[in-house]
């Protein structure tokens, strides 16, 4: 198993701090791609092999890019409780080369209280005046509404024109095709 950095990637919030995927993450990373509630809207579960391979592959993306999907810890107890980051889009040709999203996964016991929408926010700051970018996208699976809520809260704006049904969920998961589309751009 690979031993990641931890000293690549990292912001602070008020109360989180945003940073590399460590070793001690993996139980919990597990659970957050197993778990049915916070995989509602996604067609797979990940089994522990799996789950691994994918925090390899997003640490990997960060050393790499200087930004990804990165670890939310929380500063008061130190538990890492999901993530939230800056990722470039693989999935042309219905998004073109290099779109940058902002995703985010928090573990149930800590929704309700604000972490992603602060985390997101800081997010943004770092894509508009770190990175330079021009535009940032966000979907989800129509009714996602706790997704859409975070969208709405950051300042993100629909744009129907580019919703898009995804090209590799198949028709046994008919309702998780359809995705909504929300876009920021750096203010003026
Ligand atoms: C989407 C998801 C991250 C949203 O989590 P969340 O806790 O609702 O989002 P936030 O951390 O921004 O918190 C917002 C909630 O905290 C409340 N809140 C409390 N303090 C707050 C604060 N300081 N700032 C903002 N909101 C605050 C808000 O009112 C809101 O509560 P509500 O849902 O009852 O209206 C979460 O539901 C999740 O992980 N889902 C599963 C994974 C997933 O679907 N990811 C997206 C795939 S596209």
Redo the contacts with the bound molecule.
């Keep these: 198993m690979k031993i990641l950095s931890k000293t690549e990637f990292h912001l602070e919030t008020e109360r989180l701090i945003l940073r590399n995927w460590e070793e001690r993450d993996r139980d919990f990373f597990h659970f957050i791609n197993s778990d049915e509630t ?1 995989m509602k ?1 996604f067609p797979f579960r990940r089994t522990r092999e799996q789950s691994d391979k994918l925090m390899d592959t997003l640490q990997d993306n960060i050393r790499e890019r200087g930004f990804g999907f990165a670890a939310l810890e929380k500063k008061d107890t130190g538990e890492c409780i ?1 993530f939230c980051g800056l990722n470039a889009c693989h999935l042309e040709p219905v998004l073109p080369v290099e779109t940058i999203e902002i ?4 573990s149930p016991d800590h ?8 985390s997101a926010l800081k997010n943004l700051e770092f894509g508009f005046n770190e990175l330079q970018l021009g535009e940032i996208v966000s979907f ?1 699976v129509r009714g ?1 509404e ?2 859409f ?2 969208m709405e ?1 950051i300042g993100m704006k629909r744009d129907p024109a580019r919703d898009y049904v995804h090209p590799h969920i198949d028709d046994t998961h008919a309702d998780l095709k359809q995705h909504l589309f929300y876009y920021i751009r750096p203010p003026q």
């Design positions: 916070v809207f999901g995703g985010w996964r928090l929704w309700g209280n604000g972490y992603v929408t602060e989800a996602n706790k997704s809520a975070v809260r």
